[in-house]
């Protein structure tokens, strides 16, 4: 990928009639079956965050009989630290409504649903406006382009919550319920919305879908390196020189120049202490351990995810304490509160915390390790199952400068 060429990113396309829908028009052509081969075959991983293949969603659901199914786009994006798909949906909508439509093609669905997080108030206006003109074209609820598929797709505004995010939470969301995860299995391909098989894909993972069917953009799937193909949309924050959305190519950039060299480096002086790469929901990674490509697996292989791609460097001039009582105080108060281990395991951490003074008494770490892991091992969704990463991450990584007693094992 050559520095000046972006696939995801682009001059803002809001004028139905410029836009070619030259992907849904190939996915036609080609059929379900190989359109569904073409996104297995570039190995692209959901976006989101859960980085599940999506051809093999995909594949899933198509294989399920049903008189009806669903296509869901996750558009939500509550992850701290992240405005990719706030980007994608106010600047590239056109993108965003192609991708929604050749999932829903491949996957045998004629009614989808667009969830977008309630505050994005310019992203919800831009997107009613490309359903409306969608319409008036005939591109949604009519047979298009002379094939057997019509689509429906209506636009639900979020109402504030993270955990709406989860898909399971987001399908009650849109069904009217109150945002709560559901217990899986079952899994929404088998029964999802009003219990009917769906699929729900972020965003991000339905634009790089269009640019895989692109035939006129091919080389999408051969960029990066095996288990993380495509490009990957940043959202650099914290104490960069020059925060804001980047694309870059899996594998062929390196964290550390993800900082120093995209993000321009730490402003004011102070020295980098960590990076959290993917949102406030993954483990951080220490300042003198950046140099390696920016990958799925480069990631795992260190305790750690690369999330929704939210990347915060965070410089020494913050105070440890204070950056774990904020994320604490986070996921007390977005907690859905349906199970015990995540409303009062977090609860009971942010009491810890509060209480600890460095100077005079220590955090009981074995007993914030057994919490942790209750959490973890208990939670009904991701949301508590990840609440404690950032936290044990810096009590791992500096415990000793934060006087913090007992042995940790997380
Ligand atoms: C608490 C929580 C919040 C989440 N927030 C989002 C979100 O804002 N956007 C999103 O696409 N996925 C989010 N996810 C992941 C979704 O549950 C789901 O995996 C994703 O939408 C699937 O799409 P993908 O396969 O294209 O990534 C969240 C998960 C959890 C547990
Ligand atoms: S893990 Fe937390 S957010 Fe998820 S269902 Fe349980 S209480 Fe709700």
């Keep these: 990928m050559s520095k000046e060429k972006f696939y995801l990113k682009g001059d803002q396309l809001l004028d ?15 059929g379900r079956e190989k359109t569904i081969q073409k996104i297995k075959d570039s190995e ?9 293949p999506t051809g093999i969603k995909w594949e899933m659901a198509a294989n399920i009989e049903a008189q009806e199914k669903f296509l869901v786009c996750n558009g939500d994006e509550g992850e701290p630290g992240t405005f990719k798909d706030r980007y994608l949906l106010e600047e590239r909508p056109l993108k965003v409504l192609e ?10 669905a004629d009614k989808a649903y667009i969830y977008i997080r309630g505050e994005y108030s310019k992203a919800i206006d831009v997107f009613s406006k490309i359903i409306e003109a969608a319409e008036k074209e005939k591109i949604l609820n009519e047979y298009l382009f002379n094939s057997d598929f019509k689509l429906e797709l209506k636009l639900v505004r979020g109402a504030g919550a993270y955990v709406c995010g989860d898909e399971t ?21 088998e029964k999802g919305l009003y219990n009917q098989p769906t699929v729900v894909n972020n965003v991000e993972s339905l634009c790089c879908a269009a640019e895989i069917l692109n035939p006129e953009s091919e080389e999408f799937s051969s960029l990066g390196i095996e288990g993380s193909r495509g490009t990957k949309l940043l959202c650099l924050s914290g104490d960069l020189n020059k ?5 870059v190519e899996f594998g062929k950039i390196t964290l550390k120049e993800i900082i120093y060299e995209l993000g321009g ?4 002086n102070a020295d980098l202490r960590f990076v959290v790469p993917g949102g406030i929901s993954t483990s951080l990674i220490k300042a003198d351990s950046l140099d390696f490509p920016y990958s799925y697996q480069e990631f795992e292989e260190r305790g750690s995810s690369l999330g929704s791609g939210a990347v915060i460097a965070v410089s020494k001039k913050h105070d440890l304490l204070d950056l774990m009582l904020n994320v604490s105080r986070f996921y007390m108060d977005e907690t859905c509160g349906t199970c015990f281990p995540c409303r009062e395991g977090n609860r009971q951490i942010n009491k ?21 892991n209750t959490i973890r091992l208990a939670a009904r969704c991701g949301l508590g199952q990840s609440s404690l990463n950032f936290i ?3 009590i791992q990584n500096y415990g000793e400068e934060l006087r913090i007693g007992g042995k940790i094992y997380v």
């Design 99 to 108: 991708g929604i439509m050749l999932a829903a093609y491949a996957v045998g």
């Design 352 to 372: 810890i915390l509060k209480s600890f003074k460095p100077e005079s008494n220590k955090i009981n770490a074995e007993l914030i390790n057994d919490i942790g």
């Design 392 to 394: 044990t991450s810096v």
């Design 265 to 268: 480096g730490i402003k004011t």
């Design 169 to 189: 939470s987001l399908l009650n969301s849109i069904e009217g319920k109150r945002g709560r995860s559901r217990i899986k299995p079952p899994y929404p391909i």
């Design 44 to 52: 692209l991983k959901g976006r989101g965050g859960a980085g599940f």
């Design 243 to 247: 925060p804001g959305l980047y694309e």
């Design 16 to 30: 139905i009639s410029d836009y070619n829908f030259k992907s849904i028009k190939n996915a036609l052509k080609l």
